[in-house]
């Protein structure tokens, strides 16, 4: 059975850095769009970032908030997908999710399964 577990999170002051891993066991993860997803207090969840394999080349997307502070990348060798967070701003407080679809969708109805999530919090 397929499970996803992130790790990584935590607080940090603004200007930070964080990198976020989501490691898989059960199934491969290069066989999937790999996604991370964020849900701040009170808000619905929304799509961070998305990566995939598209023609044999890696395609990656990313929300225009976090665009240029954000990087996501994938190692298949370890089965984990990364989210190396820099700059990070109070804005960025939530709780991040990985997720795995058949391709990058920005809506959560894309993505059949789904990790626990890891906090993190950004704050003087």
């Known amino acids: 059975q397929l499970q996803l577990v992130e790790s990584g999170g935590g607080l940090v002051q603004p200007g930070g850095s964080l990198r976020l891993s989501c490691a898989a066991s059960g199934s491969t993860l290069e066989r999937y769009a790999i996604a991370w997803f964020r849900q701040g207090p009170g808000k619905e969840r929304e799509g961070v970032s998305c990566?995939?394999?598209?023609?044999?080349?890696?395609?990656?997307y990313y929300e225009d908030s976090v665009k240029g502070r954000f990087t996501i990348s994938r190692d298949n060798a370890k089965n984990t997908a990364y989210l190396q967070m820099n700059s990070l701003k109070p804005e960025d407080t939530a709780v991040y999710y990985c997720?795995?679809?058949?391709?990058?969708?920005?809506?959560?109805?894309?993505?059949?399964?789904w990790g626990q999530g890891t906090q993190v919090t950004v704050s003087s």
């Open positions: 997720a795995l679809g058949r391709r990058c969708s920005g809506s959560v109805a894309g993505y059949s399964d």
């Open positions: 990566i995939e394999d598209v023609a044999g080349n890696t395609a990656t």
